[in-house]
């Protein structure tokens, strides 16, 4: 299966919010398919790998903000599920069988967020499989069993190739700027609340993102 990140099939679930969507919402499946999907989400295997905490041991600061975030827009619109109820990630992606990415940024996830990256198969690491941060120079041996975390939104990455008799599979948790934007500007889109916003309000958020730099720096603090 080709898509933009690669040539393997991908399945994503959650809640996301852009690519033309009026409002947050969660990924639809084939009516035959959600069954099956809705159980393989809920399986023991499944669950234990949705890193709850994980990213509050390096990113406190974000992992409230995305937590704080998710739990708001929940709460405003019962329509939305929740993967798993303490990950704080909104959204995932399963990846089968050969899933090797190549080079590309997660242009809609928040751009001084993190994205976790679970990878799993069987392949020699050693020789193949790696994590390419491009912007960084970076090439990293990626076992299968570890989990990465990547400002996939801001730094360009892929894998290197396995061998065409190996498997590799691998899990995303990431959650769109969108749902950010939508929570900020009191459950509306960017052009609803321009739109309709007091000249004071819109300066007030052209400055708030004037200064998202520094906000995200602060965020990826761990004080």
């Not at 599920?81 to 992606?93: E, M, Q």
């Not at 399963?94 to 080079?103: K, P, S």
Request: aromatic share 12%.
């Amino acid at each position: 299966m080709q898509h933009r990140r690669g040539c393997y099939p991908t399945k994503l679930f959650g809640i996301s919010f852009g690519g033309g969507q009026q409002q947050p919402g969660n990924f639809n499946h084939p009516n035959a398919e959600e069954m099956i999907w809705e159980k393989v989400r809920n399986s023991a295997e499944i669950q234990a790998l949705a890193p709850p905490d994980l990213l509050a041991c390096y990113f406190p600061k974000l992992h409230s903000l995305y937590s704080n975030v998710l739990s708001d827009l929940c709460l405003s619109n019962p329509h939305l599920r929740r993967n798993w109820p303490d990950c704080c990630f909104a959204a995932s992606s399963l990846n089968f069988e050969h899933a090797v990415t190549t080079r590309h940024r997660d242009f809609r996830n928040l751009l001084f967020g993190e994205c976790a990256v679970w990878n799993g198969g069987l392949f020699d690491y050693k020789k193949g499989g790696h994590l390419i941060v491009w912007d960084l120079k970076l090439v990293v041996e990626f076992p299968p069993g570890c989990t990465a975390f990547l400002p996939s939104a801001m730094f360009a990455h892929s894998n290197t190739s396995i061998s065409t008799n190996e498997k590799r599979h691998s899990m995303t948790f990431f959650s769109a700027s969108g749902l950010f934007r939508w929570r900020h500007n009191n459950y509306m889109s960017d052009k609803d609340f321009m739109a309709g916003a007091p000249r004071a309000e819109r300066l007030s958020w052209e400055g708030h993102r004037d200064a998202l730099w520094s906000t995200g720096l602060d965020l990826l603090s761990d004080m």
